[in-house]
């Protein structure tokens, strides 16, 4: 190796290391994204009894990506209840048995599903083969075949099909998303079984690690291959998991190898080429390269040959237009997907990029890569307008706690929904269930897993929502709040800045015991620093602005939980059951939707709008407010009504906007101001003109004028 390529090498990865492709930032995006899946998993397969396993593939996961890249979220939904089998010895008693086929109409990676009798190991006689099992199942040569289009039906409302992919478009500050359905096979495809006995020159995977991609199995995936004979029938044998244990077990210079080459990819050939390149494609590539090269030669000194490697391995795979699946070669991950016309232009922009060097990487403009690069050689030390480092890794750990935050808010608006329409005492007996749940699995998990982060993380919110629920039925009985309901709620009070703290002063508001809420309001406000607690809500979705600085720098400090506690401030969210324990005002939310309001609801992501639901600031002043005017301190009271309005005024991340404002309304209505009071049902319809309870509070204020008069 020449100086020079050692010079670079050298330089290109303190770049890469600036702009967050190191340890560090690894490793924290892969327990950030971990923690994830298994807060998904124990919420709706645990709790919920869905029988739903939750996993993120791809670069977010496993840490390859930058902000520069924007990689998307690859979520796969596995469905418990199945059971995919390749040997009959592996058929259960009761579960939905489906037998792998592979024969000379299947595509290598890819199978036919062979659905299976419930009481026997027999196949599923076609005789029992009705119009409306036909929706979801085929007879194919006599054999009773499940359809890759059978979970069609159960796509995201508002995404695109992509595929065996729903697709949901991410807004700004948000990654798209792609969720994929998917069956497991606990045992090892037969087709991969080779691989377990390969060994190359880079004597990697280890045999442990092989032994341990051989316990994951694999998945089934409901899309066909691109030149296979059974289009509605074929599934794509999918080892997810394996490759996942596999980019877990490579060093840094190898990730940042694949990053580069994603980058290449990002600028100079898919633009030209209609995207037939993947970045699948280069991970394999560089699975292949890291496989049959010596291991002393992944160094952070060799890192440009080493990119340069990669990239002869993927021309030599264009040129034969066969890139070989890593665990089953005989898969050919291009086949039928580049035309001759793109093949000619792809295999000369390597070449011009291997003839190069480094002059290619000079040019990347993703995450100021070029220029950063060009900075390092004292090519152009004027150039400093971009982020440093520290800002860099301060914004990665700040969308990750954020993305963590939202999953923690939309589990518990999905254990609310789930139980939102029972009756009163069964809401309360199945959040009671949720939580002795919740204690017997922390129990059972070890010490320093991440189920206990998850289950520690999803108690809180839950606990909250029972103290009320408990409270609400105290309220409505006797007028006071009892012990078990103040036991719940004191489990709660450091969930997160406020929302803990704010149903248990809205409770104690509501029994009349002023001196207490205001007490706890107090301590609320003490403890929300506005220079650094950000709003979060996960009941719908809407950009999230600017973040404060204070905010961005604590992110990069600490643990979930301890961050969370002091920087985070969730929605309060009541169900009616815990109308008791809602001021009147606030009531009117939970019946916000006419019959004619509920046409324009979207019924799987617009349950919340049968509770009521708002931001915690806004309630924090709007409950102080109240609990002033009830003690008759007037100057208080007027300096909470100015810090609602200026809330609403100068909050950018408030996720039910329209309620605070219907709150104000209806202070303003108090002070005799209605004239302000209509300014503010009126900005309230402008931002959600349909299922807001503004409507009906302008009829009313209308209605009292009139009367008035």
């Known amino acids: 190796m020449s100086r020079d390529h050692r010079t670079v090498s050298l330089k290109l990865s303190k770049v890469l290391n600036d702009i967050g492709v190191n340890e560090r930032m690894?490793?924290?995006?892969?327990r950030t994204v971990l923690l994830w899946d298994t807060m998904d998993t124990l919420g709706t397969d645990r709790l919920l009894?869905?029988?739903?396993?939750?996993?993120?593939?791809?670069?977010?996961?496993?840490?390859?990506?930058?902000?520069?890249?924007?990689s998307d979220t690859d979520t796969l939904f596995c469905y418990n209840k199945y059971n995919v089998i390749q040997d009959w010895g592996e058929w259960q008693p009761g579960k939905l048995n489906l037998l792998m086929i592979q024969d000379e109409t299947t595509s290598p990676g890819y199978c036919l599903l062979q659905c299976l009798k419930l009481d026997e190991p027999l196949p599923f006689p076609t005789a029992l083969l009705n119009h409306e099992l036909g929706r979801y199942?085929?007879?194919?040569?006599?054999?009773?075949?499940?359809?890759?289009?059978?979970?069609?039906?159960?796509?995201?409302?508002?995404?695109?099909?992509?595929?065996?992919?729903s697709s949901i478009q991410g807004g700004p500050g948000f990654a798209d998303h792609d969720s994929v359905p998917a069956h497991h096979c606990n045992s090892w495809p037969v087709e991969a079984r080779p691989w377990l006995l390969q060994q190359g020159l880079g004597r990697w995977p280890s045999e442990d690690i092989k032994r341990y991609c051989e316990t994951t199995g694999c998945f089934v995936v409901p899309v066909s291959s691109k030149n296979g004979q059974n289009e509605q029938l074929e599934w794509r044998i999918s080892t997810s998991q394996a490759e996942r244990c596999l980019m877990f077990n490579i060093n840094?210079?190898?990730?940042?190898?694949?990053?580069?080459?994603?980058?290449?990819?990002?600028?100079?050939?898919?633009?030209?080429?209609?995207?037939?390149l993947s970045s699948f494609m280069c991970k394999t590539v560089l699975f292949h390269c890291i496989q049959n090269t010596r291991s002393n030669n992944w160094v952070q000194s060799n890192l440009l040959p080493c990119l340069m490697c990669c990239l002869t391995v993927l021309q030599n795979f264009v040129r034969q237009e066969n890139c070989p699946h890593f665990i089953i070669?005989?898969?050919?991950?291009?086949?039928?997907?580049?035309?001759?016309?793109?093949?000619?232009?792809?295999?000369?922009?390597?070449?011009?990029?291997?003839?190069?060097?480094?002059?290619a990487l000079q040019e990347i403009p993703t995450d100021d890569l070029g220029m950063r690069l060009q900075v390092k050689m004292n090519m152009d030390e004027g150039f400093q307008y971009y982020q440093t480092p520290a800002q860099i890794h301060n914004k990665i750990s700040t969308g990750l706690l954020l993305n963590t935050t939202i999953a923690i808010s939309m589990n518990h608006d999905h254990?609310?929904?789930?139980?939102?329409?029972?009756?009163?005492?069964?809401?309360?007996?199945?959040?009671?269930?949720?939580?002795?749940?919740?204690?017997?699995?922390?129990?059972?998990?070890?010490?320093s897993s991440l189920e206990k982060s998850a289950l520690k993380l999803l108690a809180p919110l839950l606990s909250s929502s029972l103290g009320s629920v408990i409270a609400s039925y105290d309220i409505y009985t006797t007028h006071s709040i009892s012990p078990e309901a103040l036991t719940w709620f004191s489990v709660c009070l450091n969930s997160d800045v406020a929302s803990g703290r704010l149903k248990l002063a809205s409770a104690l508001y509501c029994i009349g015991d002023m001196e207490r809420a205001e007490f706890v309001l107090r301590n609320t406000e003490e403890n929300y620093d506005l220079n650094s607690v950000e709003p979060v809500c996960g009941c719908h979705y809407h950009p999230m602005y600017y973040q404060r600085q204070g905010f961005k720098h604590k992110c990069n400090t600490g643990n979930e939980e301890v961050i969370i506690k002091h920087i985070i401030a969730f929605c309060v969210r009541f169900l009616r059951c815990e109308i008791c324990c809602v001021p009147e005002e606030l009531q009117y939310e939970m019946f916000r939707s006419t019959q004619e309001d509920r046409l324009e609801r979207d019924e799987i992501f617009d349950f919340w709008m049968d509770s009521a639901v708002v931001d915690s600031l806004p309630y924090l002043y709007f409950l102080q407010y109240?609990?002033?005017?009830?003690?008759?301190?007037?100057?208080?009271?007027?300096?909470?009504?100015?810090?609602?309005?200026?809330?609403?005024?100068?909050?950018?991340n408030l996720g039910h906007r329209e309620t605070a404002l219907n709150l104000i309304g209806q202070c303003m209505e108090q002070e005799n101001r209605h004239i302000d009071a209509l300014r503010c049902y009126m900005k309230s319809l402008n931002i959600r003109c349909r299922n807001n309870a503004a409507n009906f509070l302008i009829c009313k204020l209308l209605s009292l004028s009139v009367n008035m008069q």
Do not use: W
């Not at 690894?26 to 892969?30: A, N, W």
């Not at 080459?261 to 100079?268: A, C, H, R, V």
């Not at 301190?633 to 200026?646: I, M, S």
């Open 415 to 447: 254990f609310l929904n789930e139980i939102m329409h029972d009756g009163n005492e069964m809401v309360r007996e199945r959040l009671l269930n949720f939580m002795f749940s919740l204690t017997r699995m922390y129990r059972e998990v070890g010490i």
């Open 26 to 30: 690894i490793l924290k995006r892969r």
């Open 329 to 359: 070669p005989e898969n050919n991950l291009m086949a039928g997907r580049i035309s001759p016309h793109n093949k000619h232009k792809i295999l000369e922009i390597l070449q011009n990029i291997l003839q190069g060097g480094d002059c």
């Open 626 to 652: 109240k609990t002033y005017g009830a003690l008759q301190r007037v100057a208080d009271q007027q300096r909470a009504l100015a810090n609602l309005v200026t809330t609403i005024e100068t909050e950018q």
């Open 252 to 276: 840094i210079t190898q990730l940042r190898c694949y990053i580069l080459m994603k980058m290449i990819l990002k600028t100079f050939i898919n633009p030209r080429c209609n995207g037939v």
């Open 49 to 70: 009894g869905k029988n739903i396993s939750t996993y993120r593939f791809g670069s977010q996961t496993e840490g390859s990506t930058t902000l520069g890249l924007h």
């Open 137 to 165: 199942l085929r007879v194919s040569r006599g054999k009773v075949l499940v359809k890759n289009t059978a979970h069609r039906d159960s796509a995201i409302p508002g995404s695109v099909s992509n595929g065996p992919a």
